[in-house]
Every structure is written in structure tokens, then in C-alpha cells.
């Protein structure tokens, strides 16, 4: 089992990715911007547990790689997705489909930064990126 905590310390093109997903008012955007986030992510072979923790609002999503599941994006925007999430090379990639189509995220591991890159409709953003050393175990 792997498993690491990263902290969230930049964000890239925030507002323009948030400003699509409708139903995220101004005041949480502004509010979702300045959180300190953790990020944990608990590996076991293809099945993965991620946890998002901020002193505002938590997220939790677990998946299996390869396999269709349906997400409730709480906390986000609050809607109900099918997800898949697949491997592209050593880049985890996650299309969403349900009310607004297209939408996911590719996660990948570069040196010691974690990437996310967040993509929309006619709109691909860089929104986060991990800049912090990633401390990982094998259990």
C-alpha cells in the first residue's frame, strides 16, 4: 500500500475554472482560493483513496482504475457524474459525464511536485499545482 500527504501551496487559472462549474457562488469561489489544503492519497494496486481536507469543506472520492463509478461531486458543485479514471502512460486520467460533459482531471507525479490539471468545456486549467515535497510510505 502507498500512501502520502501533500500540501496544496499554488493555484493557476482558478477563477476561470470555477467560474464554469455554475452553482459555486463568488463568496465560496473567493473563500476556495485562499484554503490551505491537504491532499492524502492511499494507494492499494489500482484502487485508489484520495482525501481532500480544508478547514471549509472535505472531499472524499475512492476508485478503482478502469472501472465507471458515479461521483457525487458535494461540496464542489454538487452534482451526481459517472467517472472513469484510467491510466495514460504513468498519468491518471479521469473523464466525468453527466450534466456538463467533457469534464475531468489528470494527475501525475513530476520530480517532487504533484500535478492536477482540471479540464472543462472550452476551458483546460492548470488549477493546482503541489510545489511542497510529497512524503510517501509503503505499507
Known amino acids: 500500500m502507498l500512501w502520502g500527504f501533500i500540501f496544496i501551496s499554488k493555484y493557476w487559472n482558478f477563477h476561470s475554472f470555477f ?14 482560493k485562499h484554503l490551505k489544503q491537504t491532499k492524502e492519497i ?28 458515479e461521483e457525487h461531486t458535494k461540496g464542489l458543485d454538487n452534482r451526481v457524474v459517472k467517472s472513469l479514471v484510467t491510466w495514460d502512460g504513468d498519468k491518471l486520467v479521469c473523464v466525468q459525464k453527466g450534466e456538463k460533459n467533457n469534464r475531468g482531471w ?4 513530476e520530480g517532487d ?8 468545456p472550452q476551458i483546460h486549467s492548470t488549477s493546482l499545482r503541489l510545489q511542497h515535497r510529497l512524503r510517501f510510505s509503503i505499507s
Open 42 to 69: 492511499v494507494q492499494n494496486g489500482d484502487n485508489f483513496k484520495t482525501r481532500t481536507l480544508s478547514t471549509f469543506r472535505n472531499y472524499d472520492v475512492d476508485y478503482t482504475v478502469g472501472v465507471e463509478f
Open 106 to 109: 489528470k494527475h501525475w507525479i
Open 113 to 120: 511536485i504533484l500535478h492536477l490539471v482540471r479540464a472543462a
Open 19 to 32: 467560474w464554469f462549474l455554475t452553482g459555486i457562488d463568488f463568496a465560496t469561489r473567493k473563500i476556495a
